[in-house]
C-alpha cells in the first residue's frame, strides 16, 4: 500500500522559516513534487523534484525562497521555506508519480498525502 505522510507545518511569523517533510511508503517515485491550496483558491504548483537529483521547478513566486530536496533513498522530499510571507499560507500537499515529464498540474500525479497546514502571520 503506497502512502505519503507529511510532517512540519505549523504557526510562523512573517519572514520565518519552516521546514515540511513527506515519507513516502510502498514505493519509490521519480517526481515529487509539493503543491498548496489557500482559503478559497484552487490547489497550485510549489515546486518537484526528479529521481537522483534530476532537474527541480519552482512556481515563480517561491523561487529564491523554498528548496525541494530529497533523501539520498529517494523515499522522503523535504520543503525547505524561508522568507516566509503571509501569501503563503496554506495547506501544503504532497504528491508523487512514476512519470518524468516535469509535472505541475495537479491530475498529472498518481499519490497524494493528507496535507499540513502553514499559517504564516504578518
Known amino acids: 500500500q503506497v502512502r505519503l505522510v507529511e510532517s512540519g507545518g505549523g504557526l510562523v511569523q512573517a519572514g520565518g522559516s519552516v521546514r515540511l517533510s513527506c515519507a513516502a511508503s510502498g514505493r519509490t517515485f521519480w517526481t515529487m513534487g509539493w503543491f498548496r491550496q489557500g482559503p478559497g483558491k484552487e490547489r497550485e504548483f510549489v515546486a518537484l523534484?526528479?529521481?537522483?537529483?534530476?532537474?527541480?521547478y519552482y512556481r515563480d513566486s517561491v523561487k529564491g525562497r523554498f528548496t525541494i530536496s530529497r533523501d539520498s533513498a529517494e523515499t522522503t522530499v523535504y520543503l525547505q521555506m524561508n522568507s516566509l510571507k503571509p501569501e503563503d499560507t496554506a495547506v501544503y500537499y504532497c504528491?508523487?508519480?512514476?512519470?518524468?515529464?516535469?509535472?505541475?498540474?495537479?491530475?498529472?500525479?498518481?499519490?497524494w498525502g493528507q496535507g499540513t497546514q502553514v499559517t504564516v502571520s504578518s
Open positions: 504528491a508523487a508519480t512514476g512519470w518524468s515529464g516535469n509535472p505541475r498540474q495537479p491530475g498529472e500525479y498518481e499519490y
Open positions: 523534484s526528479n529521481w537522483r537529483g534530476g532537474a527541480t
